[in-house]
């Protein structure tokens, strides 16, 4: 016999096949069990452990499942090898381990490769976040200096997995300041605007389940679409919003789970969705019965006053789930979004962020609280978007003066980036392969794009470089496009700037 001790509880409430399953591959994977050896036949075991022989056969059929025990016949039942003999260590080879999605997209592989050979002093357009500077942190070390000292233990507990409640509070108070009508069931607070994505794409659409999504958008979109394998409908968006025709022929042609769409200051053509149809939209939604998710981390960030709506003001049935932050204004690192929808969904997530994060640390969400109760918030965010139109009218001056003819300038009307389109023959990649070689970075349109209609733009973002650097910046972008382009570009006529 084994001489090895099996347990098989029958008041247990487990399966006893699943007990005996269990334990005779703990044997195994420890070696209790050699390889070669002979188990007891189906019936012996059974007798031996009073049971019936059906409970010995399905154990025994889980462990030839699991490639552990083979039959032969007229011999019996063997312990197999668990892995292939090896004459020497070989190295795990993690890219084999990892699931497909867990790998790096080949456009953003290729985006990292290039950008490795940029020069010390290279003008990097290519950032997606603001430029971190001494008010903000003078902010952050007045705000740290004056907690009390509950706060500063408070702060090291684990966070409630809804946010912190006085951050809730003054979150309501400004977004019902805009014309939404929130409360703090409303509301959860996310490890910035990135957790609150995954979380929704993760709850509202299983794989496989269609999905619309404007087209150009957020290069992290296309990658979250990849990983969690949902079937995508490309919609087209312009200066003016989505394309409304196409959309609402998927709409009457497929079931669809969610729409995603930044309806203000799109990532990556700086438009604002015309209120017009930032109405449509949200009834044409209405209409289907499908949620749309509003992506609205950048909507501070206006350049003209009154600041424009977001989807949920003109929101009536619950239908639109608004995502924002603070991290594009204020700091990157501070890692505060969150998603304000109908309570039934706020509490249904509520489950998820226990399992992947166990909910935004405490010292972040106490800043953001003092931030936006003190009102230095607001105060910051003045002088700031002073700075970021000084450097917006920088980059248009520099564009209108200094680009070739040919390219279409797209100014940001909010947020941070200008979408440049180039003339059709002009491949993104080239440019910025060569604009790194020059110290200009921009990034490649394809990145923002499901298909090939990005090839020929490019995204700049004059937010994330310093203002006296944004002149020389386009200057030195305006040679290498036109060192690339090709002879049988038009060259007549001026730089279209579509305001």
Known sequence: MLGLKIVIEKGSGVPLFKQLTDQLRTAIMRGEISEGTRLPSE??????????????????????????????SGSGTYVISVRPPQKEFDMISWGEQLNSWATVPAGSARWASVLKGRPDDCIRFDTGIPLVGDEQTNLLKGILSDLTEDEL??????????????????????????????????????????EAVYLLFSALARPGETIVVENPTYINIINICRMFQHRVLPVGRNSEGLDFATLENVLKRSRVKFIYTMSCSHNPTG????????????????????????????????????????????DHHNCVIEIGGLSKAYAPGLRIGWIAADEALIEKLIEPVRMISLG????????????????????FLKRYLGLCLDKKEAAKRACLRYLPP???????QGGNFFWLELPASLDCWKLVAEGIKNGVAVSPGSLFTFDSSGRNFVRLNPLGVP???????????????????TSDINEEGTVSVVV
């Open 43 to 72: 019936r012996e075991l059974s007798k031996l452990l009073r049971l019936n022989r059906s409970v010995v056969v399905k154990a025994y059929n889980e462990l030839k499942m699991d490639g552990l025990l083979d039959s032969r």
């Open 153 to 194: 233990k408070s702060s090291l507990d684990y966070p409630s997995l809804r946010g912190n409640s006085e951050l809730i509070k003054y979150l309501c108070l400004r977004l019902n300041g805009s014309g939404m009508h929130v409360n703090s069931r409303n509301i959860l607070i996310t490890i910035g605007a990135e």
């Open 271 to 314: 438009s604002n969705m015309s209120e017009e149809k930032k109405e449509s939209l949200v009834r044409l939604a209405e209409k289907y019965s499908v949620p749309i998710i509003d992506d609205t981390v950048f909507s501070e960030i206006q350049y003209s006053r009154p600041a424009p709506k977001t989807l949920k003001y003109y």
């Open 360 to 379: 935004v640390p405490n010292i972040s969400q106490l800043v953001a609280a003092k931030l936006l109760s003190t009102g230095e918030y607001d105060r």
């Open 406 to 412: 040919y390219v279409k300038v797209n100014e940001a």
């Open 467 to 485: 203002l006296e650097q944004i002149e020389e910046g386009i200057i030195r972008l305006s040679k290498v496009i036109e060192s690339i382009t």
